[in-house]
C-alpha cells in the first residue's frame, strides 16, 4: 500500500527529506551528507532538492569545510532550511505529527543495539528542534558500532538526524555526580525517560539538588 504522505508529496524520498531540513532547522549540509542519512541515491536526492529549493523551502548556504593536508577550509556549497519560509511551522507540525518516531519505534531500533538500562528523550521528540540532544542511552556492555547502526536505521526511516548520545551506565553516573555539562542539559530541560533499570533518574535528581 503507498504512503498517502508519498503521494500528496509527489515520493518518499521527498517526504524524507522535508523532514530532514525541516527537523534540523540551525544545521547546514553538504549534498553528500544529506544523500548518505537519507539513504537516497546521488541522482533521486539531486532532483528533490532542487525541487525543495524551487519551492523555497530549502536554500543553498557556502559552507567552509576543514580539510586536514590544507591550511585552508575548502569552500562548498550546501543546503539549509530556508526559515523565511511563508508555511514552515505548519508544514514542520505536520510533518513531525505524521512521523514514525514514537517512543515504541524508537525502542524497537534501539534493542537491535543490545539489552538497554537506560533510555532518556528530549529535543525532536519533544518537539524541542533547537535542543542539542534527543537521546541518551545507556547500556552495561555497548558496542558504539551496533548503536550508530540502530540510530542510522532510524534516520533513515524517519528522514532526519537523530543527536545522540551512548554509554555505559556507569559512565553516565559518574556523569551525574560531577554534574557534567550534556547531562545537566538533558536532565535539566524537557525530557522523558523510557528506559531505567538503574535508577539513572533518580540519581539526577538527586545531583540537582546538591547543586
Do not use: C, W
Amino acid at each position: 500500500m503507498s504512503d498517502p504522505l508519498s503521494i500528496l508529496f509527489g515520493s518518499a524520498a521527498r517526504v524524507k527529506l522535508l523532514r530532514f531540513f525541516l527537523f534540523n532547522p540551525s544545521k547546514e549540509f553538504l549534498f553528500d551528507d544529506i544523500s548518505r542519512r537519507a539513504k537516497l541515491v546521488r541522482r533521486t536526492a539531486r532532483t528533490e532538492i532542487s525541487a525543495l529549493e524551487k519551492a523555497g523551502v530549502v536554500k543553498q548556504k557556502v559552507m567552509y569545510i576543514d580539510v586536514p593536508e590544507k591550511k585552508k577550509k575548502l569552500k562548498a556549497v550546501g543546503y539549509t532550511l530556508n526559515k523565511d519560509f511563508q508555511e514552515l511551522q505548519a508544514l514542520q507540525t505536520f510533518l513531525f505529527e505524521t512521523a514514525p518516531i514514537d517512543t515504541k519505534n524508537l525502542l524497537k531500533h534501539l534493542r537491535k543495539a543490545g539489552p538497554l538500562d537506560f533510555v532518556g528523550i528530549a529535543g525532536v521528540f519533544m518537539r524541542d528542534f533547537e535542543q542539542p540532544l534527543d537521546v541518551i542511552l545507556t547500556m552495561k556492555k555497548f558496542s558504539q558500532a551496533n548503536v550508530e547502526k540502530a540510530i542510522r536505521s532510524l534516520e533513515a526511516e524517519v528522514g532526519m538526524e537523530i543527536r545522540f548520545a551512548a554509554m555505559s551506565s556507569e559512565d553516565l553516573m559518574y556523569r551525574i555526580g560531577m554534574y557534567d555539562k550534556l547531562t545537566r542539559d538533558f536532565f535539566d530541560y524537557s525530557h522523558q525517560v523510557l528506559v531505567d533499570k538503574v535508577g539513572i533518574e533518580d540519581e539526577a535528581k538527586s545531583s540537582s539538588y546538591r547543586m
